[in-house]
Structures are given as structure tokens and as C-alpha cells.
């Protein structure tokens, strides 16, 4: 019985055997392979890998650092408004007879727009006219009269009170004829107004009323609206801390020029001067308002139209470089200068004043230096490059692990990056 039991154990012990033996070499091949792996680049390719990547010459723009003119320029956003504005009203009571102008016309000063009814104004200027002829006939016989009379009392024929009660009726009669004048000039003057003109040169908006109605003097909506917009203005604040800056170019006598921008702050409309400022500070938003004028010839600038506004204060000379050049870092504004042997450096600078797509260098940097300007991703101190011309773009950067990444984008425009 004890030996039927035994056999079969002993044909089981093979199969554990070998099973135990197959999981310790599993186990040894995980181990040995994860070794090897250890020691390889981590992007797995040794072609592609980290290492290739970092000694491969990094593509990138530059440009030189000169010495330049700079501007100072103050920014703020304005609206575009007309030199002038009337309300075309009717000075006189009548039926609108006549539109003479087209919506939108462009009109010179004296030109008609309307006509009202003269009858009723031409009726009253006949009636002044007659009443004038009535007493000039009436003043021409009582001086006659009194020529008469002052011969006869020179003759002792009539009595002194008679000769002076006609000479008391001339001057009335001298009088009623200034009396006369005036109405016949009254009259004249309201017959002409039933002729609506052009008071200014300007362009005409949408008429308010059509022909056969009635209109009258107390009408404030008028008949059009004219708008001057050659030239025209622009009206804009400025913070009250840039005032004294701004008094002061003007007391000295210079002429400021301000520049107008399309909306997005990119395409230059028109440039134009400085006229006026405000004689005191809203108190509630703590600025100043400015108004300067622009020709507008070409008519790029239309009432109400919101523009950006870039009023040039003074320009003094300094070393500029280009915004997209300049970075932003935990040491501050810096730059990636780059070097005869075509490496780079990372400079720390101070920077002063930005005009336009230029920034002034006030230390860190010398007339004739180079600095990277696109394709700064990929650079960190001492890294090599390739310095790319003309309008050919730096290649895109591959990320690695480890690498600095870009922050958001400062004012300018330019990308910020701390260095590594």
C-alpha cells in the first residue's frame, strides 16, 4: 500500500521543478533588461536621443544692437471727432418747398439745401416797401414846406412858432424813414431765410424731414446735421502724472506729433498735431483730456471712429535693440547674446524706454552686439547656433524633458522665458 502511494509523488516532482526553474529565469531576463535599458538615452533612440539633441547647432534670428534715436511716446486710446458739427434749423415758419441736397452729400459753405414758401415772407417785404415810398413822399412836401417858410418869415410874413412846428415835422418824418428802412431791411432779411444754406464745408448726414412739410424755428432736430471732417479732431486722456511732461514740450514752444493706429494698435492711419488741453483734471478718473487735429485728406478718419493714440513727447538718442529680443527671468530683463563663435550668452540688461517694436538699452549691452531674437526656446548658456537669414523662419523646438518652458507674452509682444 506505502509503495502504490509513493510512485505517484514521484511523477509529480518533475512538473514543479521545471515550473519553478522557467519563473527564475523570467525573473533574471527582467532584471538584466531593465539594466540595459537604464543606460540608454530616455528617448529610446539612440539617433534622436537628448544627448544628439543638445550638441545639434540651434537655428535662430539675430539682430545688432545700435545706437539710435528713440521716442518717447505716450499711448492712450481716442475717439475721432468732427472739427465741427451743425444742426441745419429753419430761421423762419413755413412749407419745406424744396430738398436740394442728396444723404451723405459733401457740401461747400453757401451751397443751398432747402427752400421754404417765400410768398408769405416776399407779401410782408412789399408792404415795408410801399409803407417806405408813402413816407418819403410825405418828408420830401414838409421840406418843401419848411424851405417855404423860412423865406416868409424871413420876410415877416408868418410867425417864428410856425417856421419850427414844420421843422419839428421833418425831423419826425426823417425819423419814420430810418423806421421804414429797418422794416423793409427786416422783411428782406426774413425772405432770405426762407433759403437754407450751407453754413460750413462739410458732409451732410441723413435728412430729418422731407419736402411739403411744415416746418418752424423752434424745431430742434433740425432739417441735417453738416459734420467738418477736413480737417477733424481727435479727443483722448492722458493719466495726470504725464501732464507736466506733455506742459512742458509745449511751453518750450515745440509741436507735438501725435500718431493715430487702427484698432488693433498694428497699421498706422494718419498722423496729425497736438492743439489743445483741458484746463483742468477730471477728478473722477484722474486724467487729462487732449485734442489734436489731422488733415484727413484722404478721408481714412470718420466721426466717433475709436482709434489707439500714440503721442510722441520727445526723442532722445540711446542703444536699441528690437522688444522681441528682450526676456523676462528670476534675474530680471535679459537678452541672449551671442558671441564670435556663434554661442550664446545670457546678459542681464536694464532696460529704459520702449518705442514702437525698439527698446532702449541702458547697461548690459554695447554698440555692434548681437542677440537672439527668435528661436530662444531652445537656449540655455552656452549652446551653439545657427544664425538664419532673410525671411526663413527657426525650426519649431522639440521638447525635452527638463527644458524651460516660455511664459505668457509681455506687452510688447516679445516671449519670456526664465533662464536655466
Known sequence: MSDSRSEPSRRRRPYWFW??????????????????????????????GRGMMASMP?????????????????????????????????RVDGELQKIAFADGQKVQAGDLLAQIDPRTYQVALDQALGQQKQNEAQLQNAQRDLQRYQLLYKQNSI????????????????????????AVDSATLQLSFTRITAPITGRLGLRKVDEGNMVNASNTD???????????????????????????????????????????DQRKIAS????????????????????????????????????????????????VIPTLAVQQGSIGAFVYQVNDDNKVHIQPIVVGRVDDQRIAVESGLSAGQRV???????????????IVTGDAAPAAAVPATGAPTRSGTGGSGTGRRSPH
Open 159 to 182: 410867425a417864428k412858432q410856425q417856421v419850427d412846428a414844420q421843422a419839428a415835422l421833418v425831423q419826425q418824418l426823417l425819423g419814420s424813414r430810418k423806421s421804414d428802412q429797418a
Open 372 to 386: 537672439v531674437t527668435e528661436g530662444v526656446d531652445r537656449l540655455r548658456e552656452g549652446s551653439t547656433v545657427q
Open 58 to 90: 540651434v537655428p535662430v534670428k539675430v539682430a545688432t544692437a545700435e545706437t539710435g534715436l528713440i521716442n518717447h511716446t505716450l499711448k492712450a486710446i481716442g475717439t475721432v471727432a468732427a472739427f465741427n458739427t451743425v444742426i441745419v434749423r429753419s
Open 19 to 48: 515550473l519553478i526553474a522557467l519563473l527564475l529565469i523570467a525573473a533574471g531576463v527582467y532584471w538584466w533588461t531593465g539594466q540595459d535599458s537604464g543606460q540608454k538615452p530616455q528617448g529610446g533612440d539612440p539617433i534622436f
Open 272 to 319: 496729425g498735431q497736438l492743439v489743445s488741453v483741458d484746463n483742468q483734471i477730471d477728478v473722477a478718473t484722474g486724467t487729462v483730456s487732449f485734442k489734436a487735429r489731422f488733415e484727413n485728406e484722404d478721408e481714412s478718419l470718420f466721426p466717433n471712429q475709436f482709434v489707439n493714440v500714440r503721442l510722441r513727447v520727445d526723442a532722445a538718442s540711446a542703444l
Open 222 to 264: 433740425g432739417i441735417v446735421t453738416i459734420t467738418q471732417t477736413q480737417p477733424i479732431s481727435v479727443l483722448f486722456t492722458l493719466p495726470q502724472a504725464q501732464l507736466p511732461e506733455v506742459l512742458a514740450q509745449l511751453r518750450a514752444g515745440k509741436n507735438l506729433v501725435a500718431d493715430l493706429y487702427d484698432r488693433d
